[in-house]
């Protein structure tokens, strides 16, 4: 995977790699034949794997997937996938205030509306 991740042009100074919390885990309980841990500094919601910080998200699923933090590239054999939207309804601000359980007055933009796209 790394090999990929660089051959895509990832940068390993900026790199992260996201993997789920079962993979952590599993990750930390492998050992070598000398019965060392193989990966002694990964946990269950991330660590360092060979150098690089790691992230636990259930949200990958079975994915084990490096992130350049500096641009996006991922290194899996399904591609990456961006798409855009006209029908949604945005809040634009740095600390929104619109949730389910508080009603607070707040403006909101639709993207239909003002034939804006994100």
């Not at 205030?97 to 994100?118: G, K, P, Y």
Request: aromatic fraction near 4%; glycine fraction near 8%; avoid cysteine.
């Amino acid at each position: 995977m790394l090999q990929a991740y660089r051959a895509a042009g990832g940068s390993f100074a900026s790199a992260v790699i996201l993997l789920s919390s079962a993979n952590a885990v599993g990750l930390s309980l492998m050992s070598g034949a000398d019965g060392k841990p193989l990966f002694p500094n990964i946990q269950r919601d991330g660590g360092v794997i060979a150098g690089l910080p790691a992230l636990a998200s259930d949200s990958v699923g079975a994915l084990l997937i490096a992130v350049d933090t500096s641009q996006l590239v991922v290194a899996d054999e399904l591609g990456l996938t961006v798409s855009r939207s006209t029908q949604a309804t945005l809040e634009l601000l740095d600390t929104p205030s619109n949730n389910t359980r508080t009603a607070t007055a707040t403006n909101m933009i639709s993207l239909f509306q003002s034939n804006s796209v994100a």
